[in-house]
């Protein structure tokens, strides 16, 4: 259903004309649809456009037209048996663009909000023709495009939009053919292209800012997909093909992920994971006094025990036990109870230990897999 069709720089208009028996037509216009080119236009329609000039053209069957310009579409209807001549305008500053297929008809639905919305149709066979334009003058309404960028390509696979400029590619996935939920990538964070060929559908990869994005086009497109997008992202880079472009980009890449290991190697060196602003230190608050004091106490204790009773007896008087000539005296710890909460510490910090190792390496893992690009 997709089909490559081509779009004029609005500021310096450039047909890129091709086919056989492709005739080009006059500067600003894109003959389409077997339309002819024609320096004239009926009156009414001269009228309407108050001197603002026509972008793109489509035939739509007989005397019929549609014109494109940058802020609006004009759909134009020759006189016939059961109507009388006339011009509608459809402004461009829409938030949804819709899509209803006939087999002989096709409608076109531009949604404006709490404005409403309003509708025109076409022949079913020239749909794509037509959307084409009318998105690139949306697009430019609502300031997706810049100044001066060419939208070149239009696809519609399914729930999917891809539009492809000189600039950037357009993605839009749902019913519509386009709102305000979608997705674009600028080529200047484009540093690779991949194409990846199934049995029914080639998935088309971008690489991004070091992160992959994807979408799949049917193979009986994905030729002329990446044919489009190979030609659009080399042209914005100044290259000529794809190996140049990673020759382009390699280097931003290699001293990123350099700089990349060399912080994990950091991290791996000291023995520690950061986490950001996560999970705060060891709560020690449920055991009974400081680890370093009660080990150094310990020590304390067993030097005394290894002397014998009569050394501790005597040595007894001149411990401090921090009551000073308050008059009161320490009510003293067994050794048994000592070695028996460093014992239950020591539990806890080896399985405190156990949990920020098992961390560290799920934290390794995933590091891994981000720079594999799963």
Known sequence: MAKLVQMYDRRNPVIDAGGEGCILPPPGFIIRGGDTPSMSLPEIVQSTLDGESVAARVGLGGDDLLLVTPTRTLVYRAEGLLSDEAVEEYPHDAEHVGVSEGRRKAEIMLDYGLDGERTFSVPTKQLDQVLHPVLAGVFNARGITDSGETVKQTYRFSELTVVITSARLVRHIGAA??????????????????????????????TVDGRQERFKAPNDQARAVREGLVSAV??????????????????AEDDDETTSDA????????GTVSFGDGPGPLDTSGIDGDIVGESEESTAETDRASSGPGTAEAASPER??????????????????????????????E????RLEQ??????????ELRQGR
């Not at 053919?177 to 088309?204: C, K, N, P, Q, R």
């Not at 912080?263 to 000291?270: I, K, L």
């Not at 399985?351 to 156990?354: D, F, G, K, S, V």
């Open 177 to 206: 053919v386009w709102d305000e939920e979608y997705e674009e990538y600028h080529f200047d964070d484009v540093t690779d292209l991949d194409f990846e060929e199934g049995s029914v559908a080639t998935s088309v990869v971008l």
């Open 234 to 251: 080399c042209a914005h880079h100044g290259v000529d093909n794809l190996e140049e472009l990673r020759a382009t980009t390699a280097p």
């Open 263 to 270: 912080d994990a190697d950091a991290d791996e060196s000291d």
């Open 320 to 349: 401090d036990d921090g009551f000073g000539n308050s008059g009161f005296q320490s009510a003293g710890v067994g050794d048994s109870e000592i070695a028996r909460e460093l014992a239950e510490l020591r539990k806890q910090i």
């Open 351 to 354: 399985a405190q230990n156990e």
């Open 359 to 368: 961390q560290e390496r799920t934290i390794q893992q995933l590091i891994q």
